[in-house]
């Protein structure tokens, strides 16, 4: 890891905003984790678990690829009380969130954002190279979404054709990512415009139902879903 | 990580004692997910890969987490072959365990007691907070049986309402545990009655059927299984 | 870890055969993962993130047990392209790979035996007794599939009593390397032997439809699958 690369990079957000930020993009992932519990019939207990997994489980990752153990998701008190409070409130208003759904889908679009931003320069701090970097922003900002839908016991929506489209938002976010770093142009600005860029195409995916296309010739051995 | 903690903690128990009482820990969880291998069909090898997570995959776990690498389970000879005896009890001696299903059902419950006590301990003896130790302990014990039921492409038990009580009374273990440490009044004697308490809770919650609340005023929306 | 042991293992083969070899085993696998997520309807992202996860998943999982950091799927770009690369050859041609299932079963067998003979050998370099070194081969050759097949929500492969034998040619394999290792025969000559041994036992396993005993006197309590 280069000593300048940290000192730039810490430099992007000062840590009280980036920890507000993460503060919210780990509460709209919890509280899709604690939808998802209740509509699988879940316990209180199985609707905390899922909440914390679903927002903590990206990083955890990211983390334990890094090397930086114990993970923020085990020193940071913040990150392990959100998703709880993320829980309590679906436990309590459940049919008030579903209501909005609308809403909830929108941050999570912002968790994905900030998430893929986030880990991408998190993983560049350690020593990654460009690729790798954006690749574990990546897996930051999908990789607790897949976890939740794995203790689920549901195919993840990430990689099904027939849900609109998530993890090209968040590919293009850390790209710009790697890119500003590579051209020496990284910034508040150039990251926020990042986050909102990623924010946005996710938000258009949902509006036209964008979605990706399978496998060419495709002649299926199984049943369409 | 606090040298002080690391010398307190370690008096806990002889090395011995906690050792044999790690192995039948090890020993009760095998047994369930061999069990559950058996009931799903797998051939000899499915049972003991089993066998092998169920027992191991809540410590590995933790020792990722805490960077206690390589993990004990990759270590200690002991922790691996335990399991693999357990795997051919059960492949050779199946319908008798299953027979004594309330007996294996008592010990996997001293195995919860077990693990989220020394879970906690080691947690903390790593340097994390009494939160996160608590959170690692009930990991620790829980997590094995997560993964078995990942692998057998079933629901997890841990999040499911109609099952009786299973992450309440690690909770309480792993508090007492930390509130233990808190107060400095860790010793074998508290460390024993964590255990011991553990142990029961989830003895009567199988007894009496308790249950966590689900949602309030939930609207399923799929159907009761 | 004893430097004795790195230097003498390491040079058992030159480190760009090692390179090719390990590139082959990844590019083999990724196509296994590629064509399951064809066949779950998995878009062009979840084609992209099986054949990722189905090549890289058990080398990542035995770098993190033996604390390689970042683990070689984030430092080596070729790692990382080469299931891109397999990805977009079934993206656009699978009908054809389909065809050739016999190749890549052949194939698949060639992984199997580079992996547990790679995986065996990085272990003990880094400090692991002969018995976890073999255990951790053999999770570096089964772990990516066992992922592929969770992430795509079935039971996993390796562990049906329906399916042709896939751990035992592993576990030979690994179990001649921890012995040349022992008796001090390790050499590029008795690696290549173990690859072959795995690789051949895995072929025979799948011509003659050889299968591992499920449990003696089984009375299954599930249906027949």
Known sequence: MSGKNVRVLQQLFSPSVQHTLDLIGI???AISGALLAVRKNFDVFGIAVLAEVTALGGGLFRDLIIGAVPPAAFTDLGYFLT???AALL???????????QVGVNVFDAAGLGLFCVAGTTK????????????TLGLATAVGG?????????????????DRD???VPAIVGATMVVL????DMLSPVTSALAV???FVLRLLAMRFHWRAPRAWNRRSTVREE
């Open 90 to 100: 679906v436990f309590f208003l459940h049919p008030h969130v579903e209501r909005i």
């Open 180 to 183: 500003c770093i590579r051209f």
């Open 165 to 167: 489209l998530y993890a």
């Open 123 to 134: 993983a560049y701090e350690y020593g990654l190279g460009l690729t790798q970097s954006a």
């Open 27 to 29: 509460f709209v992932f």
């Open 145 to 161: 979404g897949v976890l939740r839908d794995v203790l689920a016991n549901e195919v993840p929506s990430l990689l099904r054709w």
């Open 83 to 85: 998703p709880l409070l």
């Open 196 to 198: 909102v860029t990623a």
